[in-house]
């Protein structure tokens, strides 16, 4: 996957970037797998009860994009797959630089 695809899916906002995510709870393991249809997909082993997936996702993200939680808001999508995040302090370009490699995990199959 060439970092063209990643353009759609991190766009700058104020102050870092904003992020559509397309959450799979219940998965094997935790990973960024790809793009998903219009957004970056994720697999989460966590299930979507009181919250445990959604903590799951901004700790998922946090990790691949070096940042801390706290840089981490959910701005949609609490109890939906697709989501809209945001992340404080990173511009777009190097979001999308952290993100490539977790990309190829699985090709963006998504499989679990």
């Known amino acids: 996957m060439g970092g063209t695809h990643l353009h759609r899916h991190v766009a700058p906002r104020g102050d870092g970037v904003d ?4 959450a799979r709870p219940g998965a094997k393991r935790s990973a960024v797998t790809g793009v998903h249809g219009g957004a970056l997909g994720i697999r989460l082993a966590a299930r979507p009860v009181e919250g445990a997936a959604n903590e799951e996702l901004l700790r998922v993200l946090a990790d691949a994009l070096g940042v801390s939680r706290s840089a981490i808001t959910l701005r949609s999508g609490m109890h939906a797959r ?13 979001a999308r630089t952290r993100l490539e490699p977790h990309l190829s995990i699985d090709k963006g199959k998504g499989r679990d």
């Open 19 to 22: 992020l559509v995510v397309h």
């Open 82 to 94: 697709t989501k809209r995040l945001h992340v404080a302090g990173l511009d777009a370009a190097t």
